[in-house]
């Protein structure tokens, strides 16, 4: 079995995750491949992830991708959560992840009908799906406010789970779309403002893109996506994939078997490449600054190979990234934007002077893709408060 150690690994991911600067590319749907998709969950990773690996960073470039030629497209998949891909890996997602969440978000929507006073349930959702589609259909992309106000019925309030006395609700068209969105039928485009908003309009997916999401099988899907994850992230670990893809112990296993995965020995235990993944590429030194939530920080659930001990505050309790500094595969510094817009750094362990010139100049390349605009980072890690506390 071959043996792949933590340098090797390194040296892959800043490769195939065009860290380096000759690595970098504007073309946005090729970027986006070679990590799968990006996180979508906060907006603003989405254009930070892109700009950081662009030879000529452009948030417009990116805006043009996701909603003019709509080469990029946002949908729900591995862990519930919003990602923005090429159409052909959307496809290949909703088949592999995202239908897995249709039978129970339908289950709990139909709970939460009969818990508000809805007599038929069943009868009540397959209207309201029909009213959604016929509207959005007739008006275009729409807000779920907009879907609200034109069709009165869907406002309806519907009893949210609590412990307290006083029950929160939901309104019916938020838990409607909800379900389209996990079946395929609608996808979330545009937003209501600028790019580090998230409240964003729906559109029918088949309008959006033509030819929809598609009916592939749900097994060679599997099979293509974990062949997909190894040739970008690999070598990982089962457990790795499983997180990642948030799927089943046996899911995971068939899809490794599926795909050809060759077993390999990582300095943790046994770890999985893609079949015909030999290369090896050199090692050389590198800088990066990414945003919270980056595919790459984000791509292991086990990341002791490249996450310190002492940089554990980097992410919060829940395991999401925050904004993060690293040199030579390692994360050794996390940093956020100040309210003046200045983007300040805490240093995890020492670091040379000259790495640290080196990040400077990544952050003030950032700091020119931002420009005046201010955003917060919706999953923070723990060291952000503090981060920002100093800064004043």
Not at 102 to 118: I, K, Y
Not at 162 to 188: I, K, M, Y
Not at 241 to 262: D, E, H, I, N
Request: aromatic share 6%; glycine share 8%.
């Amino acid at each position: 079995m071959r043996v792949i150690d933590v340098q090797e690994r390194r040296a892959r991911l800043a490769e195939r995750h065009r860290l380096l600067p000759g690595c970098r590319t504007d073309d946005l749907p090729r970027l986006v491949e070679d990590l799968v998709g990006l996180h979508s969950s906060d907006p603003v990773t989405v254009y930070l992830s892109a700009a950081v690996r662009m030879r000529t960073p452009s948030l417009a470039a990116v805006s043009a991708a996701l909603y003019e030629d709509r080469s990029l497209v946002r949908h729900h998949a591995m862990r519930r959560t919003l990602w923005v891909a090429t159409p052909a890996v959307v496809r290949v997602v909703h088949a592999a992840a995202t239908r897995l969440l249709v039978g129970p978000e339908r289950r709990r929507t139909l709970a939460m009908l009969a818990a508000s006073g809805v007599a038929d349930p069943e009868d009540w959702l397959a209207g309201a799906r029909n009213l959604v589609l016929e509207d959005l259909e007739t008006h275009g992309p729409s807000t779920a406010r907009d879907l609200g106000r034109r069709v009165p019925a869907l406002a309806r309030p519907l009893a949210l789970a609590s412990a307290t006395q006083e029950q929160p609700t939901q309104a019916a068209h938020t838990r409607v779309l909800l379900n389209l969105g996990f079946a395929g039928d609608v996808l979330r485009v545009a937003p209501t403002g600028s790019w580090v908003n998230g409240a964003y309009r729906y559109a029918v997916a088949s309008a959006w893109l033509p030819g929809g999401l598609g009916e592939q099988d749900a097994a060679p899907a599997e099979a293509a996506l974990a062949d997909a994850y190894l040739r970008r992230f690999g070598p990982a670990s089962a457990l790795d994939l499983q997180w990642w893809a948030g799927w089943t112990k046996g899911t995971t296993t068939r899809a490794l078997g599926a795909c050809g995965a060759v077993p390999v020995q990582l300095e943790q235990g046994r770890g999985w490449l893609a079949a015909g993944d030999e290369g090896a590429p050199a090692a050389e030194p590198w800088v990066a600054a990414l945003p919270g939530l980056d595919p790459t920080t984000m791509g292991w659930k086990e990341r002791d190979w490249y996450l310190p001990a002492a940089a554990a505050d980097a992410f919060d309790r829940n395991g999401n990234a925050g904004p993060t500094l690293w040199v030579d595969g390692r994360v050794v510094g996390a940093w956020a934007q100040a309210r003046d817009g200045r983007l300040v750094t805490h240093w995890f362990e020492p670091v040379p002077a000259a790495r640290r010139e080196e990040l400077a100049e990544r952050l003030a390349a950032l700091a020119a893709v931002i420009g005046d605009t201010r955003f917060s980072v919706r999953f923070p890690g723990r060291i952000q408060p503090r981060l920002l506390a100093a800064a004043g």
